[in-house]
C-alpha cells in the first residue's frame, strides 16, 4: 500500500519569494510521482510528472520538483511565485508497473500568495 | 482536443434519492477513474474502469457503482444518499495504464 504525507497544510509567501512544498511517499514498491493544482471550484491540473529518468523535472510556468529516492521525497520547489499560483497543491502517487492508474492523493497544500 | 467531460456540474439531491453522475473522456483514452473529494477526507479513490471492466475499487460502501461503456464513457451512481455523500466527484482519465490522469472539472454534489 501507499501513502503520501504532504505536512504543510498552509503556506503563505510573498508575491516574489521562494517557495517549496514539501511531499513525502511511503510505498513497498516502486511509484510514479505527481503534483497537481486546483484552482478553487475547479478540478485538477497536472502540474508535474515523475515516471522515469532524470530526478529533476520541471514545469512550464517555473515550477519544478526532485524526486530524492533514499529519502522518499518529491518536493515542490519555485524560485519565484506570483499572485495567479494561489492555489491548492496535491502530491500524488501511483504504482509503478502495475495495471492500474489508481492515484493515492496527499492531504493537499493551499499556497497563499500574498502582495 | 476536448478534454474530460463531466456532467452535471452541480446537483442538489434528498436524502434517500440516487443520483448517476456521468463522465466523457478525452478520446481515445480507455482508462476512467472517479476520485471523491470532500474537506474531511482529501481526495478518495473510488474506482477504476478499463474496457468496460472494473480494474480496480476504492473503500467505500456498495451504495456506490459505476460502470464504463464501449465508447469509454463511464457513470457513476449512488443510490440511498446520505448527508455526508455531499462532495466533489471528480472523474479522471488515462490512456494507458501507468501513464498521467487527466481530470475534468467535476461535479458538485450537495444532499440535503
Known amino acids: 500500500a501507499q501513502s503520501v504525507t504532504q505536512l504543510d497544510s498552509q503556506v503563505p509567501v510573498f508575491e516574489e519569494a521562494p517557495v517549496e512544498l514539501r511531499c513525502n511517499y511511503s510505498s513497498s514498491v516502486s511509484v510514479y510521482l505527481f503534483w497537481y493544482v486546483q484552482y478553487p471550484n475547479q478540478g485538477l491540473q497536472l502540474l508535474l510528472k515523475y515516471l522515469s529518468g532524470s530526478t529533476l523535472v520541471e514545469s512550464i510556468n517555473g515550477f519544478e520538483a526532485e524526486f530524492n529516492k533514499s529519502q522518499t521525497s518529491f518536493h515542490l520547489r519555485k524560485p519565484s511565485v506570483h499572485i495567479s499560483d494561489t492555489a491548492e497543491y496535491f502530491c500524488?502517487?501511483?504504482?509503478?508497473?502495475?495495471?492500474?492508474?489508481?492515484?493515492?492523493f496527499g492531504t493537499g497544500t493551499l499556497l497563499a500568495v500574498q502582495p | 482536443k476536448a478534454g474530460v467531460t463531466q456532467t452535471p456540474r452541480y446537483l442538489i439531491k434528498t436524502r434517500g434519492q440516487q443520483v448517476t453522475l456521468s463522465c466523457s473522456p478525452i478520446?481515445?483514452?480507455?482508462?476512467v477513474s472517479w476520485y471523491q473529494q470532500t474537506p474531511g477526507q482529501g481526495l478518495q479513490f473510488l474506482f477504476e474502469y478499463f474496457s468496460e471492466t472494473q480494474r480496480n475499487k476504492g473503500n467505500f460502501p456498495g451504495r456506490f457503482s459505476g460502470r464504463q461503456f464501449s465508447n469509454s464513457r463511464s457513470e457513476m451512481n449512488v443510490s440511498t444518499l446520505e448527508l455526508g455523500d455531499s462532495a466533489l466527484y471528480l472523474c479522471?482519465?488515462?490512456?494507458?495504464?501507468?501513464?498521467?490522469?487527466?481530470f475534468g472539472q467535476g461535479t458538485r454534489l450537495t444532499v440535503v
Open positions: 479522471a482519465s488515462s490512456q494507458q495504464e501507468n501513464t498521467e490522469a487527466f
Open positions: 500524488a502517487v501511483s504504482e509503478f508497473g502495475g495495471a492500474t492508474n489508481k492515484l493515492i
Open positions: 478520446s481515445g483514452h480507455r482508462s
